[in-house]
């Protein structure tokens, strides 16, 4: 059973900054390509930061380049997200998966971040 456990969210002012962690478990994380992706109010899911298998290579949004950081420990099959600097426009539910075409379904929880202005 595969199991994604997002966690780390909370309620912050603008201009502060939140780790969030994600825990896999049921499918060889350290053979994946995963993904943070976040959902505003209204809005459809979007892909944040992606990180290659091992880490050695990462992509960002424009809307989050330069203010978070994606990393991995597979040996703890966790994914994480720094996120520093942040925006009301920040303010979703953040969620954590593979890219598209080996997405699991269903998603887990995710996590809230609030940023207030």
């Known amino acids: 059973q595969v199991r994604l456990v997002e966690s780390g969210g909370a309620l912050v002012q603008s201009g502060g900054s939140l780790r969030l962690s994600c825990t896999a478990s049921?499918?060889?994380?350290?053979?994946?390509?995963m993904s943070w992706y976040r959902q505003a109010p209204g809005k459809g899911r979007e892909p944040v930061a992606t990180?290659?298998?091992?880490?050695?290579?990462?992509t960002y949004a424009d809307s989050v380049q330069g203010r978070f950081t994606i990393s991995r420990d597979n040996a703890k099959n966790t994914l994480y997200l720094q996120m520093n600097n942040l925006k009301p426009e920040d303010t979703a539910v953040y969620y954590c998966?593979?890219?598209?075409?080996?997405?699991?379904?269903?998603w887990g929880q995710g996590t809230q971040v609030t940023v207030s202005s």
């Open positions: 049921g499918f060889p994380f350290s053979q994946y390509v």
């Open positions: 990180i290659t298998a091992a880490g050695a290579s990462t």
């Open positions: 998966n593979a890219p598209p075409i080996l997405r699991f379904d269903p």
